[in-house]
């Protein structure tokens, strides 16, 4: 079943489109309450949001639309998307929903959802939630009743993950992007004796991500080494993903820290199936450094969703993308900024040694990348000149690199990454992969 609203995570867009509005909230809310088979199980319908001003009114719609389903929604208020699906798993609600767009902009905004346990829905989930919405009736208010302890679980389960007093005489640098980690991370990490410098902790609705965050590190970067801290790290707006800079400065992407991470608990024998699961984003550098210790790295498509079902079915602990989407499936059923956070301090605490000579157990083979604003998403196989191109640059990589070319699932994007043996030959493929797809008039002016 193809899907029409649902993209790589949710259902996203500018708020007041004709998409992300109160009115399809509410239809959506009951499409999935009524998909969930709602009224024939128990348990309540948990939604969080992230501090988008367009976040509460889409979060009371969302729950109308659950309440006219027959499920009883529960408002957790502010709280990051992991904490959410975390609050899923641990009381057996029947349900999840995050009002959040991750990284993107204030103006827009999105509906994530999970299922029982915590999980992410499958695309034949989403499918049969959409096939549901014409179904639904005319939009009504609803009580929504709050819990306002689901940020203190989260805060005293997340201390938990190492020892008290861990962190004394750590001085970290914390980016909470204005968003639903401002509440969380930072007093996390002060709990386990960290002295913490905040930054990003002041949200008034439109600042989400604004030169703040994982897309925006440069003022982390600086107070690091400014502040002699030992690390910073950067979330996105709903805290799933994480970005982490070493004490000089220098910035580790989810490739790194998954190497990282992996490394480790290979050395240690502690990753299952000696197993590593990543996306087609991840730099070919990943599966050199697991082999050499005789580990192995699966690949599938872009999207933590497609992470997350492929080490359900490897019996993998240990997955992510480069975006900085890391989960750690022995403690999550998603990504988490903060979890992931708190296992690389694991790892530095343990062999005592800085993040700057942790990061250098691996290689990272040349790539660029770039992303084309586009008009019109027509099938890559349809235009005759990117096709050729594409495949002039597969041959000619063919067991040294490789191209990357797909759409956004989240915003109107041509994607474009290659990699290579050298700087020269990767810059080349990138330029002609660009001019092929602007000369296909599908790329917006710049």
Not at 36 to 51: H, I, K, N, P
Not at 185 to 199: D, F, H, M, N
Request: contains cysteine.
């Amino acid at each position: 079943m193809s899907r029409r609203y649902f993209g790589t995570d949710g259902v996203r867009g500018p708020y007041g489109g004709p998409v992300i509005n109160e009115a399809f909230a509410f239809r959506l809310g009951w499409a999935a309450a009524t998909w969930s088979g709602a009224t024939q199980v128990t348990g309540a319908a948990l939604l969080g949001r992230d501090t988008r001003a367009s976040a509460p009114s889409l979060l009371a719609a969302v729950a109308a639309g659950i309440a006219a389903a027959g499920l009883r929604p529960v408002s957790l208020g502010v709280l990051p998307t992991p904490a959410v699906a975390r609050a899923v798993q641990a009381r057996g609600a029947a349900l999840g929903v995050v009002l959040t767009a991750s990284h993107n902009p204030a103006a827009d905004n999105g509906i994530k959802f999970f299922t029982r346990g915590g999980r992410k829905l499958t695309d034949a989930d989403e499918a049969a939630i959409e096939a549901r919405l014409d179904a639904a009736p005319p939009p009504q208010a609803a009580a929504l009743p709050q819990d306002d302890l689901a940020v203190q679980e989260y805060r005293e389960w997340a201390a938990t993950l190492l020892p008290a007093g861990a962190l004394n005489g750590w001085r970290l640098v914390v980016d909470c992007a204005h968003g639903a980690t401002a509440e969380t991370t930072p007093a996390v990490l002060r709990q386990l004796g960290a002295e913490v410098i905040a930054l990003g902790i002041a949200p008034d609705g439109l600042n989400i991500n604004a030169g703040v965050g994982s897309e925006h590190p440069e003022a982390l970067r600086a107070a690091v080494r400014s502040s002699g801290a030992r690390l910073g790290l950067a979330h996105d707006g709903d805290g799933d993903r994480l970005v982490l800079c070493d004490e000089t400065g220098t910035l580790l992407d989810g490739d790194d820290l998954l190497t990282l991470l992996a490394l480790d608990a290979l050395d240690r024998d502690a990753l299952p199936g000696r197993t590593l699961v990543v996306t087609e984003q991840s730099n070919l550098g990943v599966d050199a450094a697991l082999a050499r210790r005789s580990g192995r790295v699966l690949r599938t498509a872009t999207g933590d969703r497609q992470v997350i079902a492929r080490m359900r079915e490897e019996g993998a602990v240990l997955g992510g993308e480069t975006s900085g989407h890391i989960v750690c499936g022995d403690l999550s059923p998603t990504g988490d900024g903060l979890v992931a956070a708190l296992r690389v301090l694991e790892v530095m605490r343990r062999r005592e040694e800085p993040l700057s000579r942790l990061r250098r157990q691996w290689d990272r083979f040349p790539q660029r990348s770039t992303a084309l604003r586009v008009r019109l998403r027509p099938p890559l196989a349809s235009l005759p000149t990117l096709s050729a191109t594409i495949t002039a640059w597969e041959r000619s990589l063919a067991g040294r690199g490789r191209v990357l070319v797909r759409y956004s699932g989240t915003e109107p994007l041509l994607r474009l990454l290659v990699e290579g043996p050298t700087e020269a030959e990767v810059a080349r493929g990138l330029a002609e992969l660009a001019a092929a797809a602007r000369a296909e008039g599908i790329a917006a002016d710049d």
